[in-house]
């Protein structure tokens, strides 16, 4: 019977929330053609993080002393072992770092080519058309495997919905793959995070961003709460740092930092080109301006036009509330 | 003939002769002749060096003689008129153009003296065209003894801050030379009150024959070189302002070492006469910056009294420093100014383009802007999708050969808010007009950052990709907002091919005025004046002052900054630092904004989305009381009647009156 | 230390996308070709670690023949020679069959790390450079921010994910990709490009290499996303609009 084998990804034991989607999509391959949904994770088999695999039929524990820290070389051999013997028709993988680490050798080393960090699967009369993103996601683009089983594919972040866990028993298989010390060829060290006494405005993630529409150095507090209740950075525009209102390290803008978060929040701040030109590289753009013509809204993902003074305290405490 | 018959009259006075000694012994003709040699050739010990080390350098490769009419021109006009040197500080330029004029008429009076000493005079004191000559030397040498004497007052009493050094000092010399020529004037004078064969007439003339020859040697040893180099550094200039010259070869980056330096450099060099104009306007050194015009040509002046012209040392370092190099703004009010001849800009460019096309200047900003002007084509690293998006949001037609103008976006007007409300207001007064235009999709930057920042490997390759889609496009005619667009397009590109017709948005309101409407000051508002900012690049660059003038009279009362038209204040913007991040000292925007506010108009008129931006900024920081910043297509469009559609254009409206 | 470092000319980041008329590419009329910008860092860091421990830089690079001109790039910004896989089919090839033509064009050079960009601007695979490392047998590490020479071989700092980082030892011969942002990139220079032209630049012909092209994946086609990126809005008052606004955080932008 065809298999569709799901690698997860476990953090401190438990399968992360893009592994469970990777599982979702898993299990929506195998219904579509009739196969069997297969799970495997590194970890010992009684490790608490198995009990939510339950709609899986199999379980599969990779257990190995070498294992315990990641390394390409490692998860590359004990990978390619399993899916050796399950002989699976599919293999889903979570698009993490780590997998976007390995996979592609893992691949290779089955005479195959990863389809990544797909978008959509769509299943028509045994043909399986993978869709992802090209050109930073201005194209989307559809494949298929053309050589024989496996098809290898990593899935991106949020594109299918985890499904509640189904706590069921299931039977978790240890694994014991067959790995030689002098094969693992790096060392790893100990992760850790950068040091966070100085302000880094340019890896920072989040960052709510002030600008002349704060009015007073009095009123900063304000978007200074919202920062900390979204554990964000704060930034601010070239007239706030000029004001001596916040420090110069902090301005962003064709003077200042070029930054690129996941999130910029631009709280009173209409949008002139020096600023525009420090931040368009950002991932979401959120304005709030009470002039609707501000240019910030041309380039902003999510606007409210309002008065910050309202909204902003509003925004802080629905941040408290979704985070418990 | 009213000044000129009283000097005639007055030659047939008995009294005003002017006494010369008869008699030479062979001893006296002996001494002085020694006197001669060892005066020339201490003069020319020192000359002799400079002149070779200006000749050692390396010959201007784009340099042509022709057209003579202008350099005669310009001989006539700042030499001979001494226009420059008066215009700018009149009291001391005139006392100035005395002291040059009274040299001139006194080339007759010297060389006559000297050939009295042989025994061989040939002007004689008692006829008529002697006594007439010296008659009028004497008028100029007074002249010239009130106006050295004013001089030494300025220089050691008054002390004008410009004139002194960089540790503060006044040069001695510059005594020592006034006391010099006041003695020679004294000497001539005097001749003129002692009686004919004393003893005191040949002791006056030797007091003068020495002063003469002590002064010969001085010349050369101080900045005095002027009076030999700066007439022929004048005569030779390139021509062009802030010309910026082409790369000879292949081996040509621009100035690196001393062997870079080309014949002109060096000769302008040592034509510096240290007066500090270049300075005294130089918006970096009014606001506490590093860069001294005048120190960065007395740097390469000292750079090849060490090294000379063959050296391979590099041109920045002991004597002049790359931090300083990268604080000019290009304003060009220094080359403006500068009375020798002395072209300025092409030195600091070049001392950028040494530095960046070897890769030697690192700056994180000028980094980014070269690649942002590589990859996106635009100083700003945007997104050119950004731009279509406007372009279709503004409905602007695209440029396709049949329209009479291609419309010249530019960086800010493609991009920046506020460089885009510009596009708005002109292109509202075009509809009006019913002026046909379009705008090209594939434009890019003129490359006017990286040419002044003395990038020539970004330059080239944006001026031709923008030569090859003008030329694709069949444009004719452009007219742009922006006067770096404007001045790099028309001069700048002409290295690379032959560019179209450009003008700037202002010329092109100037000569419509007629057929737009003027506004009252009630209907648009405006109940204040309005003081007008001249861009650099419009003004000194281009000459273009009073077409915006023009613009603002039409629209509301139009006052004057102190610093206005030829010597307007640089907004700070330009020569590529509207891109390089913090300034050290004062901003020079909020310098030039201060000074704008302190006319107390309450509309301050741009001509330039780099002004512009920059103003913008600064007078944020003054909070609500601040004027407010128009362009000068925004002052002209608010007086358009509302809702001008391409429907209503004025040709529209004409067409359907004929149709009546 | 003898370097390569994988470079790939893309189309410039701010294109404008059209899909040609087959449907499966976008239209490269009027399209401009630029070095695929994690490709610059990885150049970038080559280059610091030559001028820190001298060696050589080679730049290798696949596709037609203006693919020479990226590479021309690479050599004015200091790479010391180039090689170029000519062939006006590469899109024919998938990322295995990439990294075979490279694998067989660089099998003499011997050198003691290869350097990539961590992924194209166009394809976004990501995977050229870790599948080039298997085809070659030495080992890799992605998404590296530094590298630093050890006795034993390289000192590499590791990008992890919500800002953890990590440092790996390696031996070499190694192959890095190279995460962009890390390091400021050197602008191309006058000098640059006049000292490059004399540099070699060996031309390999695709055709000429034997590897086994057969694909094991194929892209069909190609379509724009039915929803442009616009600005939503959100009204109501300020704690509705504040609702809104943290529902998008959580389940769109996913920052919550």
Not at chain 1, 143 to 170: C, D, I, K, N, W
Not at chain 1, 258 to 276: D, E, F, N
Not at chain 2, 335 to 364: K, M, S, Y
Request: charged fraction near 20%.
């Amino acid at each position: 019977m065809n298999t569709v084998l799901v690698f997860l990804e476990a953090k401190s034991g438990e399968p992360t929330r893009i592994s469970l989607e990777a599982l979702a999509a898993g299990a929506q391959m195998a219904a579509a053609t009739g196969a069997e949904l297969a799970v495997a994770m590194v970890g010992a088999a009684t490790g608490a993080g198995f009990e939510m695999l339950g709609a899986a039929r199999q379980v599969f524990a990779i257990e190995d002393p070498l294992l315990s820290e990641y390394t390409a070389d490692g998860f590359t051999a004990s990978y390619a072992q399993l899916i050796e013997q399950v002989k699976p028709e599919f293999v889903v993988l979570p698009h993490t770092y780590q997998v976007r680490d390995f996979a592609p050798r893992l691949a290779t080393r089955l005479g195959r080519v990863l389809i990544s960090d797909v978008t959509g699967i769509a299943m028509d009369a045994g043909k399986v058309t993978l869709t992802r993103q090209l050109f930073q996601g201005k194209l989307n683009g559809h494949y298929h495997a053309v050589a024989h089983a496996p098809t290898l594919l990593s899935v991106q972040a949020g594109a299918f919905r985890a499904e509640a866990a189904t706590v069921t028993q299931a039977s978790v298989t240890t694994f014991t793959p067959n790995l030689d010390a002098a094969s693992i060829r790096t060392k790893p060290g100990e992760p850790f995070r950068a040091a966070a006494q100085t302000v880094d405005l340019a890896s920072a993630p989040l960052l709510v961003s002030v600008g002349r529409g704060i009015k007073d150095e009095a009123n900063l507090p304000l978007v200074k709460e919202l920062a900390e209740a979204l554990g964000a950075e704060l930034a601010a525009s070239r007239p706030i740092c000029d004001a001596g209102w916040l420090p110069m390290e902090r301005q962003v803008g064709s003077s200042g930092q070029t930054v690129a978060p996941k999130l910029y929040l631009a709280v009173g701040i209409s949008g002139a080109i020096q600023h525009l030109v420090g931040m368009k590289g950002s991932q979401c753009v959120v304005a709030i301006n009470k002039d609707e013509n501000a240019p910030i809204f041309e380039i902003a993902d999510y606007g409210i036009v309002g008065d910050l003074f309202e909204v902003v305290p509003a925004l802080t405490a629905a941040v408290r509330k979704a985070k418990g | 003939m009213p000044v000129v018959s009283p000097i005639f009259a007055a030659c047939w006075l008995p009294g005003l002769t002017l006494a010369e000694p008869v008699h030479f012994s062979l001893v006296e003709k002996l001494l002085l002749a020694a006197l001669i040699a060892a005066s020339g050739w201490l003069f020319w010990r020192r000359f002799g060096v400079i002149a070779r080390r200006i000749l050692a350098a390396r010959k201007d490769a784009d340099f042509h003689l022709f057209p003579l009419g202008r350099r005669c021109w310009d001989f006539f006009w700042e030499v001979l008129c001494q226009a420059k040197v008066i215009r700018e500080r009149p009291l001391p330029g005139l006392a100035h153009a005395f002291v040059f004029w009274s040299f001139l008429a006194f080339a007759l009076v010297t060389a006559n003296h000297v050939a009295t000493g042989f025994g061989v005079g040939f002007l004689d004191p008692g006829g008529f065209f002697g006594r007439l000559y010296f008659l009028i030397a004497a008028i100029f040498a007074l002249a010239c003894a009130v106006s050295i004497a004013g001089l030494f007052v300025r220089r050691f009493v008054v002390r004008p801050v410009w004139l002194a050094h960089k540790d503060k000092t006044v040069s001695w010399e510059s005594g020592v030379i006034a006391g010099l020529i006041f003695l020679l004037m004294a000497t001539y004078l005097g001749a003129y009150f002692v009686p004919d064969g004393s003893l005191a007439v040949r002791l006056l003339w030797w007091a003068h024959t020495l002063t003469l020859l002590s002064f010969l040697p001085l010349v050369p040893h101080t900045k005095h070189l002027h009076l030999i180099l700066s007439p022929v550094t004048v005569f030779l200039s390139r021509g062009g302002f802030s010309e910026i010259p082409p790369l000879a070869d292949d081996d040509d980056f621009g100035l690196v070492t001393g062997k870079d330096v080309t014949q002109l450099t060096a000769l302008q060099v040592y034509s510096c006469v240290e007066c500090g104009r270049c300075t005294e306007h130089c918006p970096a050194a009014n606001t506490g910056k590093e860069l001294n015009p005048r120190e960065i040509i007395l740097g390469l002046r000292g750079y090849l009294n060490e090294f000379g012209p063959a050296s391979e040392e590099s041109l920045l370092g002991r004597w002049n420093s790359q931090q300083a190099a990268f604080q000019c703004t290009t304003c060009g009010s220094c080359e403006f100014q500068c009375p020798v001849g002395i072209e300025h800009l092409p030195v600091i460019v070049g001392l950028r383009r040494g530095a960046v096309n070897t890769g030697e200047w690192e700056d994180e900003h000028g980094g980014k802007l070269f690649l942002a002007l590589e990859r996106s084509g635009n100083a700003l690293g945007m997104a050119h999708s950004e731009r279509e998006k406007f372009m279709a949001r503004e409905e602007l037609p695209m440029f396709d050969g049949s329209q009479e103008y291609c419309l010249w976006l530019g960086c800010m007007g493609g991009y920046d808010p506020k460089g885009r409300e510009i596009i708005r207001s002109f292109v509202e007064v075009m509809r009006y007009l019913g002026t046909s235009y379009g705008v090209m999709r594939r434009e890019k930057c003129t490359g006017d950052p990286a040419r002044r920042l003395g990038n020539d490997l970004v330059f080239q390759q944006l001026a031709e990709a923008n030569l090859e889609t003008l030329a694709q496009n069949k444009v004719k005619k452009i007219v742009s907002i922006c006067p770096h667009c404007v001045r790099t397009i028309s001069e700048d590109w002409k290295a690379y091919g032959t560019p179209p017709e450009i003008e700037h948005h202002s010329e092109f309101l100037a000569r419509h005025q007629a057929r737009l409407p003027k506004s009252a000051a009630s209907q648009t508002g405006q109940t204040g004046q309005t003081v007008f900012h001249d861009p650099c690049y419009l003004g000194r660059y281009r000459n273009v002052y009073e077409e915006p003038r023009a613009i603002v009279r039409a629209h509301g009362d139009l006052v004057e900054a102190e610093r206005s038209r030829e010597r307007s204040f640089c907004c700070g913007a330009g020569g590529g630092l509207a891109f390089l991040g913090e300034e050290q000292g004062a901003r020079v925007s909020e310098t030039r904004v201060e000074q704008l506010v302190a006319t107390g108009a309450t509309t301050i008129g741009a001509a330039c989305p780099f002004c512009n931006t920059m103003f913008r900024d600064a007078l944020a920081s003054r909070g609500e009381g601040a004027p407010q910043l128009l362009d000068i297509a925004q002052i002209a469009a608010a007086a358009l009647p509302t809702s001008v559609k391409e429907s209503d254009s004025l040709n529209m409206q004409e067409e359907r009156r004929e149709e009546k | 230390m003898k370097i390569i470092v994988a470079i790939k000319q893309v189309p410039e980041r701010d294109a404008r996308i059209r899909i040609d008329s087959a449907g499966k590419w976008i239209a490269l009329d009027e399209i401009e070709f630029r070095m695929n910008e994690s490709d610059a860092y990885a150049l970038e860091e080559a280059l610091l670690l030559k001028e820190a421990h001298g060696g050589e830089v080679v730049v290798l690079s696949a596709g037609p023949e203006r693919v020479g001109q990226t590479i021309r790039e690479a050599l004015a910004k200091g790479a010391d020679r180039g090689i170029h896989i000519a062939s006006d089919k590469l899109g024919e090839y998938d990322a295995l069959g990439v990294a075979r033509l490279m694998a067989a064009a660089i099998a003499d050079e011997q050198a003691d790390l290869i350097l990539t960009g961590l992924q194209s601007d166009d394809l976004g695979l990501g995977q050229t450079g870790v599948i080039l490392a298997e085809l070659l047998g030495i080992p890799h590490s992605s998404l590296i921010l530094k590298i630093e020479k050890t006795e034993a071989g390289i000192r590499v700092l590791r990008e992890l994910e919500d800002g953890w980082f990590q440092h790996i030892e390696m031996t070499t011969p190694a192959l890095l990709t190279i995460q962009s942002g890390n390091t400021r990139l050197r602008y191309a220079t006058l000098m640059g490009i006049k000292k490059a032209r004399s540099k070699e630049l060996r031309v390999v012909e695709a055709d000429a290499i034997s590897v086994d092209a057969a694909r094991c994946v194929s892209l069909d086609s190609v379509a724009l996303p039915s929803r442009q990126k616009t600005t939503q809005m959100l009204t109501g008052t300020p704690a509705e609009a504040a609702a809104a606004l943290v529902e998008k955080l959580q389940q769109e932008v996913r920052v919550l």
